[in-house]
């Protein structure tokens, strides 16, 4: 159980277009969830939490214009990374929180966005 | 505020030996902790967690870890590394309490297995 799918696992763009990344709780429901990026051989810096029904708490120094976070139901979340610049490239990996956890997150597997 | 320190960015060990994977950390509540692995260009698993219940929790493939709240550590062994072990471990914490449910991680540990 606690399985967390992410799509797509990679993506490749141009400069400029829009990328949406969906992150889903496939056997739970999870009232929260977790938008984390990971740049090569470091650590996981989270970008924003997002909470189902509600606008996402973003992280200092995370533009919420850019990363536009949808979290519709109990089981879908959505990162929409507007404008893609190169910069923007990166691994992007979400978690959910389980309603009847106290604090364990399951995380999926993520999602390698390249834009050109 | 909290934060976690991994003493190692990288561990190299033979297999079967033993692993140790260091963990310190600071927090202003009671801390969960986590560890989880990372495979190369794999999301996340989780190894273990320590919730305030044993001190000494085992986790999946043979890996465990003691919550010791003198030290402020949570370290990770495994009494005989695998190959598959290889990989990089990250030490995790969460404030209990605070109604912030994020969760702060560490630089990460990248274990090599030496056939």
């Known amino acids: 159980g606690a399985v967390v799918s992410q799509h797509p696992s990679w993506v490749i763009c141009k400069s400029g277009t829009s990328v949406k990344i969906e992150c889903r709780s496939l056997?739970?429901?999870?009232?929260?969830m977790f938008w984390y990026r990971q740049f090569p051989k470091q650590s996981l810096m989270l970008m924003a939490t997002?909470?189902?029904?509600?606008?996402?708490?973003?992280e200092q120094g995370v533009e919420k214009d850019k990363f536009l976070i949808n979290h519709a139901s109990l089981t879908l979340s959505t990162l929409t990374v507007t404008s893609a610049h190169p910069e923007d490239s990166s691994f992007y990996i979400c978690?959910?929180?389980?309603?009847?956890?106290?604090?364990?997150?399951?995380f999926g597997p993520g999602t390698r966005l390249t834009v050109l | 505020a909290q934060s976690v320190t991994q003493l190692d960015s990288h561990v190299s060990v033979s297999e079967g030996t033993p692993v140790l994977l260091r963990c310190n950390y600071s927090?202003?509540?009671?801390?969960?902790l986590f560890w989880y692995v990372q495979h190369p260009n794999k999301g996340l698993q989780l190894l273990l967690k320590?919730?305030?219940?044993?001190?000494l929790v085992k986790g999946i493939n043979g890996f465990e870890a003691e919550f010791k709240k003198s030290e402020t550590s949570f370290h990770l062994t495994k009494p005989s590394a695998h190959m598959s072990d290889a990989a990089e471990y990250f030490c995790?914490?969460?404030?209990?309490?605070?109604?912030?449910?994020?969760?702060?991680f560490g630089s990460g540990t990248r274990l090599q297995v030496q056939p």
């Open positions: 927090s202003s509540y009671s801390p969960s």
């Open positions: 320590y919730t305030s219940a044993a001190t």
């Open positions: 995790v914490v969460s404030e209990r309490g605070t109604g912030r449910r994020a969760l702060t």
């Open positions: 997002s909470n189902e029904g509600s606008k996402a708490t973003y």
């Open positions: 056997d739970f429901q999870a009232t929260t």
């Open positions: 978690s959910a929180l389980q309603t009847s956890s106290t604090d364990t997150q399951y």
